[in-house]
């Protein structure tokens, strides 16, 4: 009489099915159920193996290291930020099927993850991902993680606490921004940053570099300005740091400037607004549209591509004399009913900027944020979660056009800010209006 083989198990009881293993780096086993109070191997009353689903995990010993996993510090972030991340969930984390599995059985073959299946027909290999699940060791190196951003808390409300005393006397709102408890998180490590500096008599050329030298990127908190004013921080601090937004503006196209004539000039043209309020500027009378437009090159190219469109450039986010800038020529937009194009970066820069503008817009605009996001892929490296969050806040917006913009970014989970891409975007759209 033929002898059945035991089948193989791993230490935990869970029983391997060699069929169903998609790579020599990663087993099938089946999981264990709890019946009558004990975990036990699903199986018929012929004490066959009966279950549709599977997990796949390592082999041992590991075939991989950890640092051969091809996804970045942001995406080691996230991936640590839960102990089961559902597939749909990780499918937008990495907009592809393809590239999600690829990650997936990456970090499964490293033992970070494994991946719970199911199985579209019994006995085949055809399965559809479920979820992923940290392993037991991933999952005490998350709590490890937490307990120590839980004391990176911790001190940084210790350092606001000694900054509000120390700064109180050059600054009250800021002393009141760092004293309140209900400040945290972002804000609050912003704040904490713009006190040292303060105290230090640290100025900075812009924004981003205050956000390379405390946040590690130019891009991670060149809004650095919008938060500290948001907190109180008074406008003679945010001068003395160098976090005044640019004052620079370009003219371009089919506008009417006292005193400059555009015409001669390729365009846009560069002027700074500092200390002024009101520059008497009007549409030309073939204008048939307003750019309102970041990015230098894409302004250029309007210029170059529609004599007839009225183009008004700003470097990052714009300051309060370019935003009357904007207001104004806006306005002349409105009474004519014409278009009013915002173009932006499609990232959280561009969702802050498109936030600043659509502020001052009149009312009764017909006010088109420009989504480069639609016309390009989004090729650069995910959003870190920080990013993200911000998106999500700023999606809930009460205006309409931030909301949907901020959505649109959110959704890609990846910034698109080309040149290309922008002017693309910019020219569909002009040519449909």
Not at 17 to 42: C, F, M, N, Q, T
Not at 67 to 79: F, H, K, L, N, Q
Not at 239 to 257: C, D, E, H, S
Not at 336 to 351: F, M, Q, R, S
């Amino acid at each position: 009489m033929a002898v059945t083989p035991e089948p193989e198990r791993l230490p935990d009881g869970r029983v391997r099915v060699p069929w169903a293993d998609p790579s020599d780096r990663i087993r099938a086993v089946v999981p264990l159920v709890r019946r009558e109070g004990e975990l036990k191997v699903p199986s018929d009353r012929r004490g066959r193996l009966k279950s549709d689903r599977l997990r796949f995990v390592a082999v041992e010993p590991m075939a991989r290291t950890v640092e051969s996993v091809p996804i970045t510090e942001a995406d080691w972030a996230w991936v640590l930020g839960a102990s089961r991340r559902a597939w749909g969930t990780v499918l937008t984390r990495w907009m592809d099927a393809e590239t999600a599995r690829e990650v997936t059985h990456s970090l499964v073959e490293a033992g970070v993850v494994e991946l719970d299946v199911r199985m579209k027909q019994p006995g085949r290999v055809d399965y559809e991902p479920v979820a992923w699940m940290l392993t037991p060791a991933w999952e005490e190196a998350r709590r490890h993680r937490d307990h120590e951003r839980a004391a990176d808390r911790d001190s940084l409300r210790t350092r606001a606490r000694e900054r509000a005393e120390q700064v109180g006397a050059l600054d009250p709102g800021m002393a009141a921004a760092l004293g309140d408890p209900a400040t945290q998180g972002t804000p609050l490590a912003v704040l904490v940053a713009a006190a040292d500096d303060l105290l230090d008599g640290v100025m900075h050329d812009g924004p981003r570099a205050f956000s390379q030298v405390h946040f590690g990127h130019t891009k991670a908190r060149d809004d650095a300005p919008s938060i500290l004013r948001a907190a109180g921080v008074s406008e003679a601090t945010i001068g003395l740091l160098g976090l005044a937004r640019f004052p620079y503006i370009g003219l371009g196209g089919a506008l009417v400037v006292p005193g400059v004539d555009l015409s001669k000039f390729g365009g846009p043209m560069r002027l700074r607004a500092s200390g002024v309020d009101g520059w008497g500027i009007a549409l030309a009378d073939d204008a048939r549209a307003v750019v309102l437009v970041e990015n230098l090159q894409a302004a250029e190219a309007v210029c170059d591509l529609f004599p007839d469109v009225a183009v008004v450039w700003f470097a990052g986010q714009p300051a309060d004399a370019v935003l009357r800038v904007c207001a104004e020529v806006a306005r002349s937009a409105a009474r004519a009913d014409l278009p009013i194009l915002i173009a932006p970066d499609a990232d959280l820069g561009g969702v802050y900027i498109t936030r600043l503008i659509a502020a001052v817009m009149p009312a009764d605009a017909n006010v088109i944020v420009v989504d480069a996001g639609t016309v390009a892929p989004a090729t650069m490296r995910p959003f870190s979660q920080r990013t993200l969050d911000a998106l999500a806040e700023l999606s809930i917006e009460s205006s309409r056009l931030v909301a949907t913009f901020a959505q649109a970014v959110l959704d890609r989970g990846r910034p698109v800010e080309q040149e290309a891409a922008i002017r693309q975007a910019i020219r569909e759209t002009l040519r449909n209006e």
